[in-house]
Nanobody, 124 residues
Framework: QVQLVESGGGSVQAGGSLRLSCTAFGYTYSITCMSWLRQAPGKEREGVATVYTVDSRIDYGDSVKGRFTISQDNAKNTMYLEMTSLKPEDTAMYYC?????????????????WGRGTQVTVSS
């Protein structure tokens, strides 16, 4: 079993930056991919970024490409999301998730652990 703990959310003005952290505890050896996802009120959950731990392949959602950077520190079992040039539409609850990679016509991450989320609010 894996437990995920997020931190780093907060309130910022448009154009500002924030860094989110997600630390994994427990059976971390079972993790082969980790992601940040977000959900705004009244909207569907959206994938933000995914890192595949074995080969460090990274995928970004179209809405954050060029502004957000995902990274991992394997020694600390921690994943980060550096968010720059933040926009009001980035306002959401951000969740960390981990799981195992699989191929189904495309490389996917099957999630089996979720954090509780951290709120990011961007004001205009």
């Amino acid at each position: 079993q894996v437990q995920l703990v997020e931190s780093g959310g907060g309130s910022v003005q448009a154009g500002g930056s924030l860094r989110l952290s997600c630390t994994a505890f427990g059976y971390t050896y079972s993790i082969t991919c980790m992601s940040w996802l977000r959900q705004a009120p009244g909207k569907e959950r959206e994938g933000v970024a995914t890192v595949y731990t074995v080969d460090s392949r990274i995928d970004y959602g179209d809405s954050v490409k060029g502004r957000f950077t995902i990274s991992q520190d394997n020694a600390k079992n921690t994943m980060y999301l550096e968010m720059t040039s933040l926009k009001p539409e980035d306002t959401a609850m951000y969740y960390c998730a981990s799981g195992y990679r699989r191929w189904d016509g495309a490389l996917l991450c099957n999630y089996n652990s979720w954090g509780r989320g951290t709120q990011v609010t961007v004001s205009s």
